[in-house]
Nanobody, 127 residues
Framework: QVHMMESGGGSVQAGGFLRLSCIDSTYQYSLEYWGCMGWFRQAPGKEREGVANIRRDGTTNYADSVAGRFVISQERTKNTLHLHMNKLKPEDTAVYYC??????????????????WGQGTQVTVSS
């Protein structure tokens, strides 16, 4: 069964940088296959929330809390989705999940839109 695989999490000090990566478990799906891809996160004791998403046409969308600091991008030659996280804050500490939708249509932070998910990667930002 196809799922998404995240990598790149870790521990960093406030103000630092991390890059998360995501690819499908078969390594066979082109990024063109996905109508919408996104990153979500869940901090301890909080609900999961959308962070950033990107449509097949390259249109991006960010949560207010990360706009201007995080960048979502696609590396098409490697069928890989990235999340570049700059100026990290302790409140960015969370498990980060990659999600993808094989359906055409809207691209937003409604979790029901995404039919493929990863298991998550931990990001810890210390002050």
């Amino acid at each position: 069964q196809v799922h998404m695989m995240e990598s790149g999490g870790g521990s960093v000090q406030a103000g630092g940088f991390l890059r998360l990566s995501c690819i499908d478990s078969t390594y066979q799906y082109s990024l063109e296959y996905w109508g919408c891809m996104g990153w979500f996160r869940q901090a301890p004791g909080k609900e999961r929330e959308g962070v950033a998403n990107i449509r097949r046409d390259g249109t991006t969308n960010y949560a207010d809390s990360v706009a201007g600091r995080f960048v979502i991008s696609q590396e098409r030659t490697k069928n890989t989705l990235h999340l570049h996280m700059n100026k990290l804050k302790p409140e960015d500490t969370a498990v980060y999940y990659c999600a993808a939708s094989s359906r055409d249509g809207a691209c937003d932070f409604w979790e029901g839109r995404y039919n493929f998910w990863g298991q998550g990667t931990q990001v810890t930002v210390s002050s």
